[in-house]
């Protein structure tokens, strides 16, 4: 999850209780997921953002992480636990609410987290 100048931030995003949104996220992933946090991902104008890195079998086969898009809301975190849950990215289908917040980033960006 992303924590960098814009996300997680009350500057871009007044109103939203970011600090909750980490604790709730990590108290959902804690039996399925390890959640961590990153000091910027390059991808300021989606956020918040948080990516999905797939399990070793489907990385295996050439799945790359998922990216998304405006994690306002405990029901995306709880829509993002669940997809984990099931088998995430190359696994399981995403959750209908995840499908319009999945992106791609910019080269850059991803080069900088998957290197």
Do not use: Q
């Amino acid at each position: 999850m992303c924590r960098g100048c814009c996300c997680g931030s009350e500057v871009l995003h007044p109103g939203i209780d970011h600090s909750d949104l980490l604790e709730h996220l990590r108290e959902r992933a804690r039996d399925v997921a390890r959640v961590r946090t990153a000091e910027c991902l390059l991808a300021c104008g989606e956020a918040n953002v948080v990516v999905i890195s797939p399990g070793k079998s489907a990385r295996e086969v050439g799945v790359r992480p998922v990216w998304v898009r405006r994690v306002f809301s405990r029901e995306i975190n709880v829509a993002l636990v669940d997809w984990v849950s099931s088998g995430g990215p190359g696994v399981a289908p995403p959750p209908e609410v995840l499908r319009s917040r999945l992106f791609v980033p910019l080269p850059l960006a991803a080069k900088m987290l998957h290197s």
